[in-house]
């Protein structure tokens, strides 16, 4: 059975980074898309950023230049580094694997995430 936990959440004033770490168990398959996506209340999920077994990224228009995705394979971690934090960042922040290349995930429709952590950003 696949398992994410993320990890890393918290409340910042806006400027300030956070490190959010997804730690990954129970998927054996070499190919995968592993991402990043998040929802505020009362708005629609937003894809944040992806990764693939290649190590292609991907990142959404609003993150762009602020926010880095990264993978540690022996530790079976995905990261999300975020920089210059805004208070539109914040949101419930979901870690996602998919079975295939990112070039195959369809919106936001993975296999498989994680509970999700918060991270609320204050001006």
């Known amino acids: 059975q696949v398992h994410l936990v993320e990890s890393g959440g918290d409340s910042v004033q806006s400027g300030g980074s956070l490190r959010l770490s997804c730690v990954v168990s129970?998927?054996?398959?070499?190919?995968?898309?592993m991402g990043w996506f998040r929802q505020a209340p009362g708005k629609f999920r937003e894809g944040v950023a992806t990764i693939d077994s290649d190590g292609r990224t991907n990142y959404g228009d609003s993150v762009k230049g602020r926010f880095t995705i990264s993978q540690d394979n022996a530790k079976n971690s995905l990261y999300l580094q975020m920089q210059n934090l805004k208070p539109e960042d914040t949101a419930m922040y979901y870690c996602?694997?998919?079975?295939?290349?990112?070039?195959?995930?369809?919106?936001?429709?993975?296999?498989?995430r994680g509970q999700g952590t918060q991270v609320t950003v204050s001006s």
């Open positions: 129970g998927y054996t398959y070499s190919t995968y898309c």
């Open positions: 996602a694997l998919h079975k295939d290349y990112c070039s195959a995930l369809r919106g936001l429709d993975y296999n498989y």
